[in-house]
């Protein structure tokens, strides 16, 4: 049996009639920029989300790298994050002039350490982005508590959490969050997309003039900007796919459930703790194990396709050396970058899969 990581292909297969329904209606139109699938998508998706507005981009990296710029964070500025990301978290924070600062995550959670914030913050820091990794909401009270105090904005890395709830609230649980709609997302383009979703209406605007060129009136340009929009078609289809969410939800849960308990009894493995605040999205389901390298590699072996999400922490990679972080410094980061693994995941798999995978790391572990 071949199990792969994730299966688009099934999902597409599914749901074909209804995206070649939507594609043939882009092509008929011939609107490939802007246009009402875009309006209707971020209308319905700022619903979904709870916010006033969603603003359609081109990436999720673009998400975060805009967000940043429309508060006005740049050079000089310091931003708080987590070192277990992927790198886009930190990068765009560089990537406006700012200087990412990181804390470390808290190991039932995975996220950032709430705890651990305040000795962060500097005169220079700016802003706080919590990462709502793996598709579980960072427990967000005493991070805006902490922003209050310290009057820091807060941007939500929702890009592994569409749908998530903390306390029964959908995220972003502040004002604004960055999705990303990479195809292999809990709702994911044909392509790369994004958003940001927001209550803040002049975040919104610089958002559409910042994704444009500067402009949202033609051959207007009031400032300089970027070319980040989501393309009319990526739109038409993640309408599409938006209409499924809570029932792929419900699925990556269920497989969740699955394996928790065909896992549960193997003392060798760490399972995903979903937290008492938490609505977990299983983007990712992600377990520790012992001997992880050589588990992946007989999963491998036997068909079965892992990730490991991330193998190096931020602050060790090689884009990051400059700024002098070593080995030691987020001990809890480092630690589960060397046994976590993250299990085949997707709404489309079944039962029979995960008993599969399951029987085999039992199997590996009874060798
Ligand atoms: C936590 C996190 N942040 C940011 C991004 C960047 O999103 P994109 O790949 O759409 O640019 C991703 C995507 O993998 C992500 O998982």
Same mark, same amino acid.
């Given at each position: ?20 329904? /939507?594609?043939?209606? /882009?092509?008929? &139109? ?24 969603? @603003? ?22 310091? @931003? ?12 765009? /924070? ?56 310290? &009057? ?10 569409? =749908? ?22 809990? @709702? =994911?383009?044909? =392509?790369?997309?994004?958003? @940001?979703?927001? &209550? ?11 994704? &444009?060129?500067? %402009? ?11 070319? %980040? ?35 549960? %009894? ?14 977990? /999205? ?45 080995? =030691? ?39």
């Amino acid at each position: 049996m071949i199990i792969n990581f994730v299966d688009l292909k099934r999902q597409n297969k599914m749901y074909k009639k209804e995206f070649i329904e /939507v594609i043939e209606q /882009v092509f008929d &139109n011939a609107v490939f920029i802007d246009g009402e699938p875009l309006e209707q998508f971020e209308r319905n998706f700022a619903a979904f989300c709870n916010k006033k507005y969603a @603003v359609g981009l081109n990436s999720g990296t673009d998400a975060l790298f805009l967000t940043l710029l429309s508060h006005g964070i740049g050079r000089g500025d310091e @931003v708080i994050t987590a070192p277990n990301s992927y790198i886009a978290t930190a990068m765009t /924070v560089s990537n406006v002039g700012a200087e990412p600062v990181f804390v470390d995550v808290d190991s039932k959670s995975y996220n950032i350490d709430p705890t651990k914030i305040e000795a962060a913050i500097t005169k220079r820091t700016k802003a706080i982005i919590p990462v709502h990794l793996y598709g579980q909401p960072a427990d967000m009270d005493p991070i805006i508590a902490i922003a209050k105090k310290y &009057n820091l904005i807060i941007i939500e890395d929702c890009c592994q959490a569409h =749908g998530a709830k903390y306390k029964g609230k959908k995220v972003p649980a502040g004002k604004t969050g960055a999705f990303s709609f990479y195809p292999g997302k809990n @709702v =994911g383009a044909f =392509g790369d997309g994004g958003a @940001v979703v927001t &209550n803040n209406w002049e975040i919104k605007e610089k958002l559409e003039y910042l994704r &444009n060129d500067g %402009s949202i009136k033609k051959y207007v340009h009031a400032m300089f900007g970027y070319k %980040s929009r989501l393309d009319t078609l990526q739109a038409a289809i993640l309408n599409v796919k938006l209409k499924h969410l809570d029932d792929f939800t419900q699925k990556r849960r269920q497989h969740a459930n699955i394996y928790n308990k065909l896992l549960s %009894s193997i003392p060798q493995i760490t399972l995903p703790k979903e937290m008492e605040y938490a609505y977990h /999205v299983y983007h990712i389901y992600m377990i520790q194990a012992q001997r992880r390298d050589d588990l992946g590699k007989f999963l491998k072996e036997k068909g079965v396709k892992t990730v490991i999400h991330y193998p190096t922490p931020i602050h060790l990679q090689k884009a990051y050396k400059s700024m002098g972080y070593k080995k =030691g410094d987020f001990p809890i980061s480092e630690q589960l970058a060397k046994s976590i693994l993250s299990l085949p995941m997707f709404p489309e798999l079944t039962y029979e899969e995960i008993n599969y995978i399951c029987s085999l790391i039992r199997e590996f572990y009874d060798q």
